[in-house]
């Protein structure tokens, strides 16, 4: 019979085989011993992996928050068009991004915050969700925006007056 501290001795291993067995009868009603170390221990080969470096290195891509763009605060040249979502007003508001964002057309945004000014949260937040709504048409042009790999997040910015935006640009790279 193996005491506690016998068991103790044996090893956290040793201690669950011994459980086992004893759960399931043992073995003919005998006890189970380890082992008894040999006299000259045997060596045992261990394998070594050898790390290997590959010429091409896979690409890491992800947002590049070093180097965002932040698009200071404009006023909309069709405010009413871009609030009710007529072509007219979309396209007033995109090629005024147009205009802001030139030097970043062969850049992709990864993350962009649209800020709207309003006189609270809710018609400020509504304002810049009709702004992403107008930025998803430069994402058909594949301007800038992406549908797949562009995250729009609309706000609202206090400090901004009713007919105004905000957008800050986090790029997406691959290196």
């Known amino acids: ?26 073995t003919s009603g005998t006890t189970s011993h380890p082992p008894a170390p040999s006299a000259t221990p045997s060596r045992v080969a261990l394998a ?12 890491f891509c992800g947002l590049d928050v070093t180097h965002p763009l932040d698009i200071a605060a404009f006023t909309v ?17 995109d090629n005024q991004v147009k205009a802001l964002t030139q030097p970043y057309a062969l850049s992709t945004a990864g993350l962009v915050e649209v800020f709207g000014g309003g006189a ?8 810049a969700q009709d702004a992403i709504t107008a930025l998803n048409l430069l994402a058909d042009q594949k301007y800038i925006f992406s549908h797949q790999l562009t ?9 901004l007056g009713n007919d105004q935006i905000r ?6 790279q691959c290196s």
């Not at 069709?78 to 007003?89: F, W």
Request: hydrophobic fraction near 45%; charge should be negative; include cysteine.
């Open 151 to 159: 995250f729009f997040q609309s706000f609202w910015d206090g400090s």
């Open 48 to 59: 070594t992996a050898t790390p290997t470096v590959s010429a091409s290195a896979t690409p």
């Open 167 to 172: 957008i800050q640009v986090v790029f997406y």
């Open 1 to 26: 019979m193996l005491t506690s501290k016998r068991l103790a001795a044996l090893g956290s291993a040793a201690l669950i085989a011994s459980l086992f067995l004893s759960a399931c009868g043992g």
């Open 120 to 127: 609270d949260a809710g018609t400020g937040t509504d304002f």
């Open 77 to 93: 040249a069709d405010p009413v068009g871009l609030r009710t979502q007529t072509a007219a007003g979309q396209q007033a508001f």
